[in-house]
């Protein structure tokens, strides 16, 4: 488990270059990333390459026992590069050409793109070939990032037509698809379809959601371009660092062409991006349950070890506010990310930088080059961590992008949100220290103990049967509202939702309703009353039982969720949006019914997570906190300070109780 | 007094279409709409018509005893004319053309497309100009929605240019009505002219006031052109489904071409449209002001029964929230539409689509062909529905477009809404029961009991006359605030305002502000105290006595408001935007001075209405409520459930008294 | 010490011109304002110019005892000359061309519109040379109004170019002064530069900065042409009517081709378009220290006499509300502005026009052209005011506008506006009834008491030098925070803050962080607590010593300010945003240190003034108020009305206490 470091020699002078590796290599860090926006410096002119800088640091990093990770520099053309071709750019929905000034202003779909990028990924790698100390690639930067991953221009238009051809044939195929006899759409020929673009009305919903396949699937040829390139060149790793719960790339398909996944933490910033007011503790160290969950889905999707690229390392500038992270919040996330499975975790960046667009973002180091908080944590964390194998998860969650695709382009309810829906759940998971596997819902699940699918709004035959097979050989699954309700060409299944899952479910939805804030839609459990929000359900029983009922006004006594029994294991549907005390409620009866071993509900902000025999208790809050337990631990002890962790080489999950200290 | 269903059998298999129609008329339905967006199924290539379809479900629904009402399929240009014709298409003020891919984006002032209208119009016409059960047409669908009524393309551009050279003849003329010296503005040349653009400063306000008559003007034309090819051929009605209150299309203009006029009924969505949130009650079946406030605009553009093109079916995609309506809404609707004048109720759609832009919107019948709630309601509503005379309201509200116009233009307080300031009054009158004619201020005013105009903020001295006429002869006249304060050129009257009307009102206003929410404003009326919002004027009475007077702080004892006796009638004048209370006030004085039969105030939600000696009354609240009366009733009973309703076959208004239950 | 009026002949009969000069006359007024945007009256086609109603306009002036103003027509092109050269215009930033319609759309970069300009001036004055009662010009009217002070047509693209050039020599120099090897921005040739576009990402902030310079010196640039061509034809002065606080123009750089400033005041418009809600009474008059910022800001930047061009007559038509200005609220007004270093008080307008944008906007006299509420408070203002030196200011305010654009573009926290924290600063100091000179850091400082500087983001050495001296000469300094941050390039400055001052202030900022609302940042000064916003430093005290420290959760005890002596005087230096409590505590030991005069702390909203001992006492509020002085009133009495003042002709300042009565 290794920490590392993202710096940008370029920003620099030549002559700081051996002080700054030298205290790298101090800090213990293992990984440099470099050359990631470094474009216009190594070909400074077409054609004419500058390799003695990189090579000059690169070595630099080899001479001090460090390894080095190497960017393609594709996320940021040269401005030589724009004024030759400016065709290379992305046009906006409404036509506004995106120009340079920036970064990620080029169109994935450019032929001239593409000849250009193959032509310095090939230069790069062919340069660092045979440098074994360079031991894998970061392809560009942040795919999609400042909304780039969606672009209209005239390339995308007609690769867009090209895809659909290629999918269904010919303009009968498309038609079927998509249902156009609505509104006059049917079309002559696949030649007459186009990328969204401003029409009075609402898109096509179809249209919209194969688009977004498009989109995805252009980044992915795009990535896969870049792989292949490498790979000719040397055996080391390819990987391209992701961010945070990003909606517009199929994490499934693009990492077929990576050796492993890595993602981009910044817990400060993300917590400010979700609904609702962040308290003063997460503002200061980030929402646990929202970090990790981004973990568990860059490990989950290759069921693999995944990699921080880079870690918030102090103060940062993009989020509406950018307070201090707490003493030792830098630190403290470094053995979350390893405890949810990271293998390394690579701080951004090595230095404040003095300008351009991030001088707000801090650095492990302060603007001066002395230390900032971020180095000290850093280090520390580089001389605990140790060797671990790989997290063994116990619950599935299931979770795809088509679903994210088609709810976003109809939401319906303005709060309904995909990735609100799957936290309440994953909260409710994590609430009690279970380690979660994010996965397709197509994965193999015979080895989880415990299924979770927030929604399964698209849903086929081939996963009605697929989940049958589950549940038929023992399985619990615990199903989420507004399933079943779409077949993949985002129309409407002729069935009552959940549509092809009804016979599993057993039950079928008569009406449901999206629930306003006048509205008092309150369900009872049990005995025990909830409040619910944003959607609501009102179901048919048939093999099932009801377990989740109205309570109160017109709908008292109507179903809301139910229970079946099928073969040796059950599902449970809950045809409403839980607020959290509900999805609690559903997860712990789910644990209990299924024997996954789990934590005492541990306190809000403070987690439990095992991986590989050790187990880490984490404090993401300004109190103290007591773990009861007589176990040893090998990093701090069972009194935990605010902002700090313990860790403990025996898995103490099953009854771990930890309590908040008056 | 008839029920209709929307039906588009080029979403279906033709297998299923017998079923339907059959389930149509076994529900007692009289009409059946057809075609409505089927232009790329009637003409899949230029020239080539395909009408066997058509042919068939007309035939079906002959057999059936029912009757037809086509459409014109206009309001959707298949894509090969989009792509044949590009230049049909409208073009945003900034510049953006409007794309297909959904609806309403052609143009009407687009020569190329009014060609094709009358060849598209012409086919169809003359397809069923002998199928005698091909009773009427709905000319295109919904003008201007979408924010479509509004182009800016170089075709309107021309034609705006020669509406002004038609209005104005030349620069001089032009000049004179708009007061062209601020800002050096003047117009050598009409052409010089050109529609709205994107101005760093606010537009002129007259410029915008003629653009609102041309845009309207234009789909007047349009309309025109229509009506008068379908008459060519048949007798048939013909009308066109207008909006809840559209603001861009002078109905008083274009009903001249049209037999009846409908509109569609959405009232679960509507009433999120208003300002303030809506109850939960309203939030499921509406708020019966704001739907038959409608009812009785478009009964009283023509003073002749209305159809409800569109009745709403159930739940809807649309609006921010989704509720499902109440148990009976849909009956209940039905109801309300009939006691306002409504002729036939047509709900959309029969069925759920499965495809396209509306799939989040109920039919009749659900996804899978089975009936939903929407189907019993009309079944039921159908069978207890009985001919009747028409409404004869005893009260004229003075309503139209100029005014809308100019005030959405220049607002001046962030919420003067031309449609509230009418609702409050409008409202005021329901609550007692009374029938409203929504008419056009120069309609003759002498059958009626009393008249209320909200604002006449532009005011002509016909208009003067017209009034002063009124009020001599014994009428009462209620007149709000910001009246008569601009010529018809948008341009202030160099007079004080009421400007024309002073000698009327028998004031003057010295001056006028708006009213923050920091501000207290109240008024005394007869000892009682009301707050006062949006708008304050503080007058000078001449020959008029002040009635409304402000209290406390600096303005306390001056006069907001005046009563003139003129002749053998008087004129109320209310200088300040009254909360519902005032208006409720001002309202009942003018009802007991005009003696107008009403009822006592009724409870909130619930409303009684008197057509042709029938009296209905209607409860949109989810409380039971009892009329206190020993009339028998035909339909229901005196106690009358949540959504429920009643009817009595005589008048019963005059004293009515409606209590909700303890 | 002067009253005057805006008048537009052209939008009236001539009949008129005489009744209307007649009673300016009357009124006492000394100047006439003319021909603002007559530019399509005077040139009604090219070349063929009509002076005639101008030239009996000035003669009726001149014949009633009063001077004219001229303006230069330029704000308004007349169409015409838009019609003829649509390249005059300017750009938007996303390529929207700004139309005709309004005013304001040519650019100052626009060689064609130089040339046209320079046309009709030339003609104009000439015209006026011998003119003798024509005493000065208002160059244009309201630059950058609207937003148009940015323009990115190609003209100013080009021009950007050129101005880059000019200041960095070539690419390197460019590449230097901006860094630009973040994200591959280096440029080849500053050919390649351009004018900020539509990028995916945040701008570079050091183009930002650069773009800002050159908009203001493009419209510098733009005002010399005019100043210099009317200085060819005559002796008279030259002006330009400035708005509240524009942040686009460089005053300290315009101002050195003006003969004097003068600016537009608008007080119950301005009051609206800051944060917070204001308090009715000043939706009524106005907030005095808004207004007497700018007399301020504009009587310092010359350190001479202003003018107020535009005074506000009445209700206005552009805030969101327009409330009636209290009795007496026009007289106040101007009063206040001599009490700042006004010569003279220009209402705007005579008269309500009846046409056009600005029909809501009141003049002195009513749309019917009798007197309103205005022209009587303006007439007793000309009869009140007497001559008087100028303002002998004992504080200085430091301000400038790279900061302002510095901080506008990287505001970091998202309420750290500039003008807000220098208002708190401000409003601190006219609290104790303080004159201060608003004026640039560069500015000799030797004769002010005290300075406060509410922040220096951008600083230099040579401003550090300056400071210095001025604090070791027994100057007293009171910094505020994020100051020393960023060097002239808007580059972070290499060392931590406050940078090339942290010897000044004798401690350096170890972090800074924004502060949300969730978090508690308190801090305690001399044993009082006062709330923190928005922004929040650590300091690590060196030479200093403590002055401000956190108290309470995590940073308790830490350093938020401090002071040190330095020579023979102190500098504060406050590392934290004060709330308005905070900063009154800092600015009263400040002026008690530096021993400026000062009065008790002033009630809100009730102001005093010394100009060349004169004392006014000015009541902006709706209470009655008492002045506790033996001192004989030459205006009103120490007993004073709501909004209303008294003029004492002596100094009354040191220890004056006024206060509200019971």
Same mark, same amino acid.
């Given at each position: 488990?290794?920490?590392?470091?993202c710096?940008?020699?370029?920003?620099?002078?030549?002559?700081? @270059?051996e002080?700054?590796v030298?205290e790298?290599?101090? &800090?213990?860090?293992?990984?440099?990333?470099l050359a990631?926006f470094?474009w216009g410096r190594?070909?400074?002119?077409?054609?004419?390459?500058?390799?003695?800088?990189l090579?000059?640091i690169?070595?630099?990093?080899?001479?001090?026992?460090?390894?080095?990770?190497?960017?393609t520099?594709t996320a940021s053309p040269?401005?030589?590069?724009?004024?030759?071709?400016?065709?290379i750019?992305?046009?906006?929905?409404?036509g506004?050409?995106r120009?340079?000034?920036?970064?990620?202003?080029?169109?994935?779909n450019?032929?001239?793109y593409?000849?250009?990028?193959?032509?310095?990924?090939?230069?790069?790698a062919?340069r660092?070939?045979?440098?074994?100390?360079?031991?894998? @690639?970061?392809?560009?930067?942040?795919?999609?990032?400042h909304?780039?991953?969606?672009?209209?221009?005239?390339d995308?238009?007609?690769?867009f037509?090209? @895809?659909?051809?290629e999918?269904?044939?010919d303009?009968?195929?498309?038609?079927?698809?998509?249902g156009?006899?609505?509104w006059?759409?049917q079309?002559?020929?696949?030649?007459q379809?186009?990328?969204p673009?401003?029409t009075p009305a609402?898109?096509?919903?179809?249209?919209? $959601?194969?688009?977004?396949r498009?989109?995805? %699937?252009?980044?992915?040829?795009y990535?896969?371009?870049? &792989?292949?390139?490498?790979r000719?060149y040397? %055996?080391?790793?390819?990987t391209h660092?992701?961010?945070?719960?990003?909606?517009?790339?199929?994490l499934y398909?693009i990492?077929?062409?990576l050796?492993l996944?890595?993602?981009d933490?910044?817990?400060?910033g993300?917590?400010?991006a979700?609904d609702?007011?962040?308290?003063?503790?997460?503002?200061k160290?980030g929402?646990?349950?929202?970090i990790?969950?981004?973990h568990?889905?860059?490990?989950?999707?290759l069921?693999?070890?995944?990699?921080?690229?880079e870690?918030q390392p102090?103060?940062i500038n993009?989020?509406?506010?950018?307070?201090?992270?707490a003493?030792?919040?830098?630190?403290l996330?470094a053995?979350h990310?390893?405890?949810?499975?990271a293998?390394?975790?690579?701080?951004?960046?090595?230095r404040?930088?003095l300008?351009?667009q991030?001088?707000?973002?801090a650095?492990l180091?302060?603007?001066d080059?002395?230390?900032d908080?971020?180095?000290?944590?850093?280090?520390?964390a580089?001389?605990?961590?140790?060797?671990? *194998?790989?997290v063994?998860?116990?619950v599935a969650l299931?979770h795809d992008?088509?679903?994210?695709w088609a709810?976003s382009?109809?939401?319906?309810?303005?709060?309904?949100d995909?990735w609100?829906l799957?936290?309440?759940f994953?909260r409710a998971?994590?609430?009690?220290?279970v380690?979660?596997a994010?996965v397709?819902?197509?994965?193999?699940?015979?080895e989880?103990?415990a299924?979770v699918a927030?929604t399964?709004?698209?849903?086929?035959?081939?996963?009605?049967?697929?989940?049958?097979?589950?549940?038929?050989s023992?399985?619990?699954? $615990?199903?989420?509202?507004r399933t079943?309700?779409k077949?993949?060409?985002?129309?409407?299944?002729?069935?009552?939702?959940p549509g092809p899952?009804?016979s599993?479910?057993g039950?079928?939805v008569?009406?449901?309703?999206?629930?306003?804030?006048?509205f008092?839609r309150?369900?009872?459990?049990?005995?025990?009353?909830?409040a619910v929000?944003t959607?609501a359900?009102r179901?048919?029983?048939?093999?099932?039982?009801?377990?989740?009922?109205?309570?109160?006004?017109?709908?008292? *006594?109507?179903t809301? *969720?139910?229970?079946?029994?099928?073969g040796?294991?059950?599902?449970v549907y809950?045809?409403?949006?839980?607020e959290?005390e509900?999805?609690? %409620?559903?997860v712990d009866t789910?644990?209990?019914?299924s024997?996954?071993?789990?934590?005492?509900?541990?306190?809000?902000g403070?987690r439990?997570a095992?991986?590989?025999?050790?187990?880490?208790v984490l404090n993401?809050?300004s109190?103290?906190?007591?773990?009861e337990?007589?176990?040893?631990?090998?990093i701090?002890?069972?009194?935990i300070d605010?902002?700090?962790?313990a860790?403990?080489?025996?898995d103490l999950? %099953?009854?771990l109780?930890?309590?908040k200290?008056?």
């Amino acid at each position: 488990m290794s920490i590392g470091v993202c710096y940008y020699p370029e920003q620099w002078s030549q002559e700081r @270059w051996e002080t700054d590796v030298r205290e790298m290599a101090a &800090a213990g860090f293992e990984y440099v990333r470099l050359a990631e926006f470094s474009w216009g410096r190594l070909e400074p002119e077409r054609n004419t390459f500058d390799f003695e800088w990189l090579d000059e640091i690169v070595a630099l990093v080899g001479d001090h026992g460090m390894n080095v990770v190497l960017c393609t520099p594709t996320a940021s053309p040269p401005r030589w590069l724009l004024d030759e071709h400016p065709e290379i750019r992305q046009t906006d929905r409404d036509g506004t050409v995106r120009a340079g000034g920036s970064r990620r202003e080029y169109c994935v779909n450019s032929s001239r793109y593409r000849v250009e990028t193959e032509r310095v990924v090939r230069e790069l790698a062919n340069r660092y070939a045979d440098t074994s100390h360079v031991v894998g @690639w970061q392809i560009d930067n942040e795919y999609g990032c400042h909304d780039t991953a969606r672009c209209y221009c005239a390339d995308c238009d007609g690769a867009f037509r090209d @895809w659909l051809a290629e999918r269904y044939g010919d303009a009968d195929g498309l038609n079927d698809a998509w249902g156009t006899t609505f509104w006059s759409q049917q079309y002559d020929s696949v030649e007459q379809a186009s990328v969204p673009a401003p029409t009075p009305a609402q898109d096509h919903p179809s249209l919209v $959601l194969d688009y977004c396949r498009f989109c995805s %699937d252009s980044i992915v040829a795009y990535n896969r371009l870049q &792989a292949e390139l490498l790979r000719e060149y040397g %055996d080391w790793f390819v990987t391209h660092n992701f961010m945070d719960r990003f909606p517009a790339i199929d994490l499934y398909n693009i990492a077929d062409d990576l050796d492993l996944l890595s993602w981009d933490s910044y817990p400060t910033g993300h917590v400010q991006a979700t609904d609702g007011q962040p308290t003063p503790d997460q503002l200061k160290a980030g929402d646990p349950d929202l970090i990790s969950f981004n973990h568990d889905l860059h490990r989950g999707v290759l069921e693999r070890p995944f990699w921080v690229m880079e870690q918030q390392p102090g103060d940062i500038n993009w989020p509406p506010h950018s307070p201090q992270p707490a003493e030792g919040a830098m630190r403290l996330w470094a053995h979350h990310a390893v405890a949810h499975g990271a293998d390394a975790v690579v701080y951004f960046r090595w230095r404040r930088c003095l300008h351009g667009q991030e001088q707000y973002h801090a650095g492990l180091r302060k603007r001066d080059g002395s230390p900032d908080r971020g180095y000290h944590d850093a280090a520390r964390a580089a001389e605990e961590l140790f060797d671990v *194998g790989n997290v063994d998860a116990s619950v599935a969650l299931l979770h795809d992008y088509e679903n994210v695709w088609a709810l976003s382009e109809q939401p319906h309810a303005p709060d309904f949100d995909y990735w609100a829906l799957v936290q309440s759940f994953y909260r409710a998971l994590r609430a009690r220290g279970v380690q979660v596997a994010v996965v397709h819902p197509t994965t193999d699940l015979s080895e989880y103990g415990a299924v979770v699918a927030p929604t399964l709004h698209i849903a086929t035959e081939d996963l009605t049967d697929h989940l049958t097979e589950y549940v038929a050989s023992g399985g619990e699954l $615990l199903l989420g509202p507004r399933t079943g309700v779409k077949d993949e060409g985002n129309k409407l299944r002729p069935a009552s939702p959940p549509g092809p899952l009804s016979s599993l479910v057993g039950a079928t939805v008569t009406h449901y309703e999206t629930v306003p804030d006048q509205f008092d839609r309150t369900v009872v459990v049990n005995g025990t009353r909830y409040a619910v929000r944003t959607w609501a359900e009102r179901l048919d029983a048939d093999a099932a039982v009801p377990v989740v009922e109205y309570t109160g006004n017109e709908l008292n *006594g109507s179903t809301a *969720g139910v229970r079946n029994a099928v073969g040796d294991g059950h599902v449970v549907y809950c045809g409403v949006w839980p607020e959290q005390e509900l999805a609690d %409620d559903l997860v712990d009866t789910l644990l209990t019914r299924s024997g996954v071993d789990h934590a005492d509900r541990l306190p809000n902000g403070v987690r439990a997570a095992v991986r590989d025999n050790h187990t880490w208790v984490l404090n993401f809050t300004s109190d103290r906190i007591d773990v009861e337990t007589d176990a040893e631990w090998s990093i701090g002890s069972a009194r935990i300070d605010p902002f700090d962790l313990a860790v403990a080489d025996r898995d103490l999950l %099953d009854g771990l109780t930890v309590n908040k200290r008056a």
